[in-house]
């Protein structure tokens, strides 16, 4: 089945800097790359999401880049806010069902 | 609100006992998936749904635990003869039947979770 590993698992960065998560998959065969947002007590929230036909997609502050041959995509956060302190998911589909595989999260703290 | 939601959000319960949770999906949302998240990891697929049926389920659900979604829209989850190794988040998500310029069809929306402790 597929392996998602994320990497940092915690990640300090001063307001206004940018911060970058990076995940690896597995399965070649996945095609669909989510990026969860999770604060405390509440369930994951969608920030953004790439699929395989496609290298970048931007929304405002965040981008995710995606490169299929090495089978790994990441996560870029430009001029951060304290309100983007929170934990991260890196997500890859299987093709049949759709089901999710979650890398492990990522911390972020941004400082004032 | 017509996000995913989720009853209950908190669930304390003795080992032994059974506990259901159930899960409303978005409108029309034809696919409901159930997950589980322990502290401090990602969450983990348990099962999913499309429209009343149940497609497939994971080796994380073992002979205790049971899922149904008899009429296609809401979900529930039960846990029979509770461990203290099922504490953890339940999460459910569903995604939306028809594709929209906005929404794909593999868009995961999840609710809030509810939260069971086995003491």
């Known amino acids: 089945g597929e392996n998602v590993e994320q990497h940092p698992s915690t990640l300090s960065v001063q307001e206004g800097d940018s911060a970058v998560i990076k995940c690896t998959y597995s399965?070649?065969?996945?095609?669909?790359f989510p990026w969860y947002k999770q604060e405390l007590g509440k369930g994951p929230q969608l920030i953004i999401d790439i699929r395989s036909n496609v290298g970048e997609k931007k929304d405002q502050r965040i981008a995710v880049t995606l490169n299929k041959t090495a089978k790994h995509f990441s996560l870029h956060i430009t001029e951060t806010q304290p309100e983007d302190s929170a934990v991260y998911f890196c997500a890859a589909n299987q093709a049949a069902g759709n089901k999710l595989t979650f890398g492990g999260g990522t911390r972020v703290l941004v400082k004032p | 609100d017509t996000g995913v939601s989720q009853n209950p959000r908190h669930k304390i319960t003795k080992r032994g006992q059974n506990v259901t949770f159930r899960c409303d999906p978005i409108?029309?949302?034809?696919?409901l998936y159930w997950y589980r998240q322990t502290l401090g990891q990602g969450p983990e697929f348990l099962t999913y749904?499309?429209?009343?049926?149940?497609?497939?389920k994971s080796r994380l659900l073992s002979d205790r635990f049971s899922a149904e979604r008899p009429k296609g829209s809401f979900s529930t989850l039960e846990i029979q003869r509770t461990e203290q190794g099922d504490s953890a988040m339940y999460l459910c998500a569903s995604s939306p039947k028809v594709a929209t310029p906005q929404l794909s069809t593999d868009t995961q929306y999840f609710g809030p979770g509810t939260r069971l402790t086995v003491l």
């Open positions: 399965d070649s065969a996945s095609n669909y």
């Open positions: 749904f499309q429209n009343e049926a149940q497609l497939e």
């Open positions: 409108s029309e949302h034809n696919r």
